[in-house]
């Protein structure tokens, strides 16, 4: 598994830093994205990116450093954690559209990249190259955010028109690519035995999961399910996932204290 440090950190972060006021030890941090392939001068490297980025904020306590969430990486991190635990359930849908063209001058690939980005989380896809489209009402404005005024965009909500069809809008999203990636969440997990986990290798295993599931939320529009095909495998992932998580973090309990101490001795007196 190819893990991105700074992927590994906002996992990490959003699973005990988002909900938890007690600071939390760097070396607790480096020792755990280690035991996840993530070597030590690269974790440090991207808390220091993270601290003058100002995502989180760093104390010191005689020789030992602790980081808290800064009120901006708290936001970022609580948008990250209702799409990834929203999980996904039949919703009323009442078959309208948003549907947003924008137009970003040629000389300006990276903020075509960023308005791609930001519309693909909030659960948009492009349709041929064109204009990008999305079931239920969403509000572009602050999707896009202060760029806008740049890109010209230009929004419609409502029902497609005949010969356009749920079915043509909906095949603009890579639905097929995104069920494969869930199975293959499922096959994994499914052979994770936690009551066979030390407290230490439950607490790291969870943060694995959540970067898994991380990963998947933010590629699954969360479509309405009229919109999803039959066995749609999401469902029964979301539920896997939620049951794991539950159990690994009952497991992981005795650690926990150690951990955001940075008491390395106590989390290897677990190993």
Do not use: C
Not at 25 to 47: C, N, P
Not at 68 to 81: K, P
Not at 95 to 106: A, C, D, Q
Not at 196 to 225: F, G, I, M, N, Y
């Amino acid at each position: 598994m190819t893990v991105h440090p700074q992927s590994l950190f906002f996992a990490l972060a959003g699973l005990h830093m988002l909900d938890d006021p007690r600071p939390l030890s760097g070396a607790s941090i480096v020792f755990v994205m280690g035991r996840l392939g993530v070597g030590e001068s690269a974790a440090r490297s991207v808390l220091q990116r993270m601290a003058a980025k100002n995502f989180i904020v760093r104390h010191k306590e005689g020789r030992k450093t602790f980081y808290t969430l800064s009120d901006r990486g708290r936001a970022i991190l609580r948008e990250g954690q209702e799409k990834m635990f929203a999980g996904w359930q039949p919703q009323d849908w009442d078959g309208r559209w948003t549907f947003v063209r924008i137009r970003v001058p040629e000389a300006k690939r990276t903020l075509r990249h960023q308005m791609a980005s930001r519309l693909s989380w909030a659960g948009f896809a492009q349709v041929d190259g064109g204009p990008w489209v999305a079931p239920g009402p969403h509000d572009v404005a602050t999707i896009l955010g202060p760029e806008q005024s740049v890109i010209s965009p230009i929004v419609v909500y409502g029902e497609p028109q005949p010969p356009t069809s749920e079915e043509m809008l909906a095949g603009a999203f890579d639905l097929a690519e995104l069920a494969a990636d869930y199975e293959s969440f499922g096959e994994k997990w499914r052979a994770v035995d936690p009551d066979s986990l030390s407290p230490v290798d439950a607490l790291v295993k969870r943060v694995e999961l959540h970067l898994d599931w991380l990963a998947l939320a933010r590629t699954d529009p969360q479509l309405p399910a009229t919109l999803l095909p039959k066995g749609w495998p999401g469902a029964a992932q979301s539920i896997s996932f939620r049951e794991l998580d539950a159990e690994l973090g009952t497991r992981e309990v005795h650690a926990v204290s150690g951990f955001f101490a940075g008491d390395l001795n106590e989390l290897y007196s677990f190993l």
